[in-house]
């Protein structure tokens, strides 16, 4: 744990009870706030040149090659060896 964490896990050990709840509350609204930052860098890694450029273009040449399968089937599939893992 980074150091910083670690303070400000200290920090919210001493919180009271009331603000003990409130805080979840807090750092949900703020991860949803912030939540467009993870996409745009998404966007921005994908981009031609970017660093999931290579990966990207993989993935396009296996759905034009047909090595791929529809997502709802490889979904059936695992909840077919899910729920028969226990039979």
């Known amino acids: ?8 896990a200290a920090q919210v050990k001493t919180l009271s009870e009331s603000e003990l ?4 509350s807090w750092l949900m609204e703020y991860e949803v706030g ?6 745009k860098e998404i966007e921005r890694d994908s981009q031609d040149g970017g660093p999931l450029s290579p990966v990207l273009k993989r993935v396009c040449e296996d759905i034009a090659a047909g ?4 997502l ?3 979904i059936g599939e695992e909840r077919s060896f899910a729920g028969g893992a226990g039979k």
């Open 1 to 8: 744990m980074k150091p910083v964490v670690r303070k400000i």
């Open 21 to 24: 709840d409130e805080f979840p």
């Open 34 to 39: 912030h939540s467009d930052q993870w996409d």
């Open 67 to 70: 090595r791929t399968k529809p």
């Open 72 to 74: 709802d089937e490889v």
